[in-house]
């Protein structure tokens, strides 16, 4: 059973930094591309960064001071998020998709299909 876990949210400054953990179990985790998304109050769930199963190819959300990273050997992804605004508050969430072109990423919450349980930012101003 895949099961993805997310980590590290808080609350915080504006200006600040947080990094967002996700441990991934029960998948052969470098054959999955990765994702974060956010979900903001009264909003819909939206694209923030992707990475490709290799770990070679990396997409951003627009307007995003974010770095997405995987470690496929300890199966965790990463979200580095600095110069954090208010408007960043949301649950951000991890994706997972099996795919089957290692250097293939996917920027659309349709495309994904493991979800993990979300971890609350809260950036004040």
């Known amino acids: 059973q895949v099961q993805l876990v997310e980590s590290g949210g808080g609350l915080v400054q504006a200006g600040g930094s947080l990094r967002l953990s996700c441990a991934a179990s029960?998948?052969?985790?470098?054959?999955?591309?990765l994702g974060w998304f956010r979900q903001a109050p009264g909003k819909e769930r939206e694209f923030v960064a992707a990475?490709?199963?290799?770990?070679?190819r990396t997409d951003y959300a627009d307007s995003v001071r974010f770095t997405i990273s995987r470690d496929n050997a300890k199966t965790t992804l990463d979200l580095q998020m600095n110069s954090l605004k208010p408007e960043d508050t949301a649950v951000y969430y991890c994706?997972?998709?099996?795919?089957?072109?290692?250097?293939?990423?996917?920027?659309?919450?349709?495309?994904?299909?493991?979800w993990g349980q979300g971890t609350q930012v809260t950036v004040s101003s």
């Open positions: 994706a997972a998709r099996l795919m089957a072109f290692s250097n293939r990423y996917v920027t659309t919450r349709s495309g994904y299909n493991y």
């Open positions: 029960g998948l052969t985790f470098s054959s999955y591309a």
């Open positions: 990475i490709s199963a290799s770990g070679s």
